[in-house]
Structure formats: C-alpha cells, structure tokens
C-alpha cells in the first residue's frame, strides 16, 4: 500500500510540499508554481493535485492548476470565469467543485473538464469553505456572508430545479453573524453533525439529520480551522492565537455557567496562529499548519509532539525541537491534506462556461455512490453523455470483432447509467416525500 502523504501548500508561492507521515522523509518531487487559496488544494480522488491560485485582484478571470505525482511542474492550466476560493472534490474524484467570490458555486465532471452547472447562485457573498459528505451525494458551503448550506447533489443537478436555485438547499443555516472559516462533516451519513466555524469566536454544531442548531461554543479567539477526530467524540479547532482547542461533542449544552463549557484542553508550541489542520485515521495523528510556515503532527491520546515540518520553496527543515527560528522565503500554510498517492493521467481543463443551452448534463448526471466492490456500478462514476461519446468513437473505428464488442460493452454501460439515474431520481423523491411527511407531522420546517 501507499504511504501516507502530507500535502501542503502556501498563499505565497512557495509550490506544494510532500512529506513521508510516517517516516518524516521528504519527496523527491516539490510540485512548483502554485500560490494557494485558502480551501484550495484538493487531492482529487488521490489521483492528481488541483489548486486554485491567488492572481492580481484586478484580473477578472480564475485559475485552477492541475499537477500529476510524476512531474513537478503545472502540466493542465483552467482559466475561469471570474476568481474561485475553496475547491473540493468528491471522494471518488467524479466532481470538482469550486467557490467563487460572486457566491457562485461552479461544478465540473472531472474526467471530460465539463461545467455541468453555471449559474448555481449559492450565497450572496463570496464562498470560502466546501465539503462533501463521505459518500459525494451532500455539498456543504460557508460564505463570508455568515450563512452555511446543505446542497443535496441530486437536486442540485435535476433540471426541474434550474428555475428555483433558492430551493435546491436542504438547510441554510444563518446563526453566525460573520464569515465562515471552516467546514467540517461526519461520518454518519443522516445521522452526522456538521460542525462549523466563523470569524465571530464560535463554532456550532448542526444536526444533518434534524437541521437544528445543537450547541454553540464560545472562543477567546477567531477559530481558523476545524477537524474531527475518527470516532467523533471531540473536534480539534485551530485558533489565531496559536492554540489547538479540544472540544467535546458531547458534552451537556444545559449549563450556561461558562461560555467555554465545551472546551476540554488544548495543545501548544508557542508557535503563530493555526492556519490548518488535517487528520491521519490510520495512525490517529493530528498535524496543524501554522502562519510561520510549521507543519507539527501530534499524537492527540498522549499530547504529545512527534515531528514537525517546514513548508518552504523546495526545501524542507526537519527541527525536532521546534524551537523558533527564522526560515526564509517561506508563507503560511493555508492548506493541508493527508492522502495516498494514486497514479493516473490528467484529464483536460475544466470549462470556463457551459458548453450549450441544450446540454443533457442536469438531466443525466450521476452521483458517485458510496464505496462498492461491485464491478456493475462502475457505469454510476460517469455521465451518460460521456458513454456517449465513447459509443460514437467506437463506431467510426469501423466494423471489426473488436469494435462490435466494443460497442456493445458500451452500449450495455449506457444502459446501466441511465437506469441507475432513473433509480436515483425514485430515491430521491421517496425520501424527499418522507421527510416533507416527518416535517409536517412534526414541529415545522426546519429553521433557515
């Protein structure tokens, strides 16, 4: 198996760095030309790296880079509509998505580059955070106007919908009264929170499958970043005082004696503000990037410091002391991931606008299903017009035995992907009619 890898990168351009988890070592390869947003560098699918990059404010037009794990440089170059934030892909690495700073929310396939959605108005202000849910069928957006929604994929992508984009949210959370930092989502499917996090000294904790607020905790400063730990009974918050919160989930929201109730310890080092965070579920290892450019990777059980990095120009820095010094040519971390490689080619830039009126896109999407080990929901990780393409190709190579079976494995491919749509759509409207019974059987619509 793959090693772990930590990946990171900077606001200033400083490329992406790679290191060894386990072993501390750093990579042959230190992936160049890339000033980061914040929320924005993905590992899509672990397959490649993706990142949106920071250009002149006054030049309209975005940029997302693609680099494969073989090369050090930029080899697929996207030029968008207008600067986008946060990117994030789904598990499968079937979508991509990415926030823009008019509050649009963009949505690509990622094997043909194709915009499946253009005008998807989310928020009213800049993106800042995106997530999906574990299995790719939930989107979660923050934006600097304070405000968190759950988009259900399905809904996002049924035409039906196309003339009523307020409606294709589930929730919209509007209790925070300033932008959004960080987004994180469990692992309980219906049954999950969603813990978020603004630059008002609170971090509040949803109930996915209610749609209500089930505490809010109070901080002595702005929290940056969020991550839950495996099991779900804490959350680690990365502050700008350089302090890594530890906050109970569970904990009793009944007593008001403290503001802080919730907040069970903390980690520090004495080094800037957290800027990141991520986790390992394999050795059950927190890291946390900081604004000096430091990688640290705790052992969260013990407290304890196991190693630390140093994100500079190619260059890494082994300190175990981790006492402070003074690197040069180095930026804040703004991101940081834990991934395994997985070795593929890229697949093309993604589009700047949507390529017709007419495209079946909305129509025949698919969403990535959760992990499976059956070979025959292969065809539910493409789109159908995709297959279709791939049929027309197939076609035009002439009549030989290898084109005819070809043709028809693809042909049956075609069949499954919309069958699977066509079972997808039944699901969605069987659960959506059961929850609009629960809602009115119960209190009333959820709140936002």
């Known amino acids: 198996m793959e090693p772990e890898l930590v990946i990171a990168s900077s606001s200033v351009d400083a ?22 947003t914040r929320h924005g560098l993905s590992a899509v699918g672990s ?35 207008e600067p986008i934030k946060p990117i994030a892909a789904n598990p499968e690495g079937t979508y991509i998505v990415g926030g823009g700073i008019s509050g ?10 194709r915009l499946l959605l253009e005008r998807w ?31 259900p994929l399905l809904k996002v992508l049924d035409d039906r919908e196309t003339d009523k984009p307020s409606h294709r949210y589930l929730y919209n959370f ?11 989502i469990g692992y309980g499917g219906w049954n999950a929170v969603i813990v978020s996090a603004s630059e008002d000294r609170t971090c509040k904790v949803w109930s996915l499958s209610k749609g209500e607020l089930l505490r809010s905790v109070a901080f002595p400063c702005i929290i940056n970043a969020l991550v839950l730990d495996p099991a779900e009974t804490v959350f680690y918050a990365g502050g700008k ?9 569970s904990a009793s929201s009944s007593s008001s004696k403290s503001p802080w109730l919730h907040i069970i310890g903390s980690l520090s080092s004495g080094s800037d503000a957290v800027t990141s ?17 430091s990688i640290r990777v705790w052992d969260p059980k013990n407290m304890n410091l196991i190693r630390g990095f140093h994100h500079e120009k190619g260059i890494l820095c082994l300190f175990p002391d981790l006492s402070s010094q003074f690197f040069p040519e180095t930026g804040p971390v703004n991101n940081l991931q834990v991934t395994r490689r997985r070795k593929s080619s ?6 700047k606008f949507q390529a017709s009126k007419d495209d079946k896109s909305l129509t025949d999407a698919v969403i990535a299903l959760p992990h499976t080990n059956s070979n025959r929901l292969k065809a539910a990780y493409v789109t159908s017009p995709l297959i279709d393409n791939q049929l027309i190709e197939l076609q035009q190579k002439g009549s030989s035995a290898a084109a005819e079976m070809g043709v028809a494995k693809v042909k049956h491919d075609l069949a499954e992907s919309r069958q699977m749509v066509k079972r997808l759509k039944t699901t969605y409207e069987s659960l959506h009619k059961f929850c609009m019974d629960e809602i009115l059987e119960g209190d009333g619509p959820p709140k936002g």
């Not at 490329?15 to 030309?33: A, F, M």
């Not at 030049?59 to 050090?72: C, D, E, L, M, R």
């Not at 005082?241 to 989930?249: E, P």
């Not at 965070?277 to 450019?293: I, Q």
């Open 15 to 36: 490329g992406i760095g790679c290191w060894d988890l386990e072993t501390g070592v750093k990579q042959p390869l230190h992936y160049k030309s890339c000033a980061s």
């Open 47 to 81: 397959r490649f790296l993706a990142s949106s990059q920071l250009r002149d404010p006054k030049v309209k037009n975005g940029f997302i880079h693609y680099w494969s794990w073989s090369k050090p440089g930029v080899e697929v170059k996207s030029f968008l509509a």
């Open 104 to 113: 649009k929310i963009y949505l690509w396939e990622t094997a043909t580059g």
């Open 121 to 151: 108005e989310a928020h009213l202000r800049p993106i800042t955070c995106l997530v999906f849910n574990d299995d790719g069928s939930l989107l979660v957006s923050g934006s600097e106007d304070g405000i968190v929604k759950v988009w």
């Open 174 to 184: 509007s209790d925070h009264t300033m932008p959004i930092t960080d987004l994180v």
């Open 241 to 249: 005082d350089g302090k890594i919160y530890i906050v109970a989930l």
């Open 277 to 293: 965070l991520a986790y390992s579920t394999s050795k059950n290892w927190l890291l946390a990037g900081s604004e000096d450019g």
């Open 346 to 351: 890229l697949p093309p830039p993604l589009q």
